[in-house]
T-cell receptor
Framework: AQSVAQPEDQVNVAEGNPLTVKCTYS??????LFWYVQYPNRGLQFLLK??????LVKGSYGFEAEFNKSQTSFHLKKPSALVSDSALYFC????????????FGAGTRLAVHP | KAGVTQTPRYLIKTRGQQVTLSCSPI?????VSWYQQTPGQGLQFLFE???????NKGNFPGRFSGRQFSNSRSEMNVSTLELGDSALYLC???????????FGSGTRLTVV
């Protein structure tokens, strides 16, 4: 069965420090991977995606993620965290040929402290 | 450009009632997917429509249904509401095989 794991319920980081939010996946077939962010009482905002090509993907608001096929991981990173980055982050996967069915991880709450 | 519009934003219903939620996709997007978000189960796929046809369905009871109109707008319906149906319902639209999903702000359904 296809699945996505976000092993950390919460990540705490000081403002200005680098941040990493972890994601691993398990699919049969080629994965298309996504990161979304959710602020309270809002929908999901797209950050970045990996479809094919360069394993390092750059996205919105200074975020980036690296696709690692051997480790089946797609960790989200940012060199310098902002307090305004505090939100709920979701990793998701679509299996190529699997139509538009996103499989989401449980989410990781990022708390950036001043 | 206009984003994905979901109406209403908030709903309060009583157990046993039915409810209809609406999703208007971005112009030119013909695929609409629906998701349920709850604290306990997280984000779960409900169904996806393309060109008025349901292409995929998640593991939800038959009380959950949907449809898509010729202008790509979609509705989902939940009949015989249960307390456990309280959730944020999100829809996402995309072009065909574009893998660029834009989500609406959601409809917060509370069943009392």
């Amino acid at each position: 069965a296809q699945s996505v794991a976000q092993p950390e319920d919460q990540v705490n980081v000081a403002e200005g420090n680098p941040l990493t939010v972890k994601c691993t996946y398990s699919v049969s077939g080629n994965p298309y991977l996504f990161w979304y962010v959710q602020y309270p009482n809002r929908g999901l905002q797209f950050l970045l995606k990996y479809i094919t090509g360069d394993n390092l993907v750059k996205g919105s608001y200074g975020f980036e993620a690296e696709f690692n096929k051997s480790q089946t991981s797609f960790h989200l990173k940012k060199p310098s965290a902002l307090v305004s980055d505090s939100a709920l982050y979701f990793c998701a996967v679509v299996v190529s040929g699997g139509y538009n069915k996103l499989i989401f991880g449980a989410g990781t709450r990022l708390a950036v402290h001043p | 450009k206009a984003g994905v519009t979901q109406t209403p934003r908030y709903l309060i219903k009583t157990r046993g009632q039915q409810v209809t939620l609406s999703c208007s996709p971005i112009s030119g997007h013909r695929s609409v997917s629906w998701y349920q978000q709850t604290p306990g189960q997280g984000l779960q796929f409900l169904f996806e429509y393309f060109s008025e046809t349901q292409r995929n369905k998640g593991n939800f009871p038959g009380r959950f249904s949907g449809r898509q109109f010729s202008n790509s707008r979609s509705e989902m319906n939940v009949s015989t509401l249960e307390l456990g149906d309280s959730a944020l319902y999100l829809c996402a639209s995309s072009r065909f095989q574009d893998y660029g999903y834009t989500f609406g702000s959601g409809t917060r359904l509370t069943v009392v």
